[in-house]
């Protein structure tokens, strides 16, 4: 079984930065790629970003140019820098593995989740 924790989440005013990280564990090996979701407060959960093993990136528009993932392999971490946020980035954060390739990942597995506000 898969185990995600995430860490990183806090409070930041507009245009500032933060980096979420997500520590995997468990069966790792049964992980094809790892992506960030977000839920914002009455809102659906909604894809952020997502990389498979042979590191391709993948964002949504709303984040593109101004989120990065990245992951650590020898870690088992994931990362998003989160830069120029802007209050509508405010949302729980959670970090999923992935069945699928990063590209239409569906997710399996996920953390606990880490809470972003964006203060205007």
């Known amino acids: 079984q898969v185990q995600l924790v995430e860490s990183g989440g806090g409070l930041v005013q507009a245009g500032g930065s933060l980096r979420l990280s997500c520590a995997a564990s468990?069966?790792?090996?049964?992980?094809?790629?790892m992506g960030w979701y977000r839920q914002a407060p009455g809102k659906g959960r909604e894809y952020v970003a997502a990389?498979?093993?042979?590191?391709?990136?993948y964002y949504a528009d709303s984040v593109k140019g101004r989120f990065t993932i990245s992951r650590d392999n020898a870690k088992n971490t994931l990362y998003l820098q989160m830069n120029s946020l802007k209050p509508e980035d405010t949302a729980m954060y959670y970090c999923?593995?992935?069945?699928?390739?990063?590209?239409?990942?569906?997710?399996?597995?996920w953390g606990q989740g880490t809470q972003v506000t964006v203060s205007s």
């Open positions: 999923a593995a992935c069945s699928t390739e990063a590209r239409l990942c569906v997710p399996f597995r």
């Open positions: 468990g069966s790792i090996f049964s992980i094809n790629a």
């Open positions: 990389t498979g093993n042979a590191g391709k990136t």
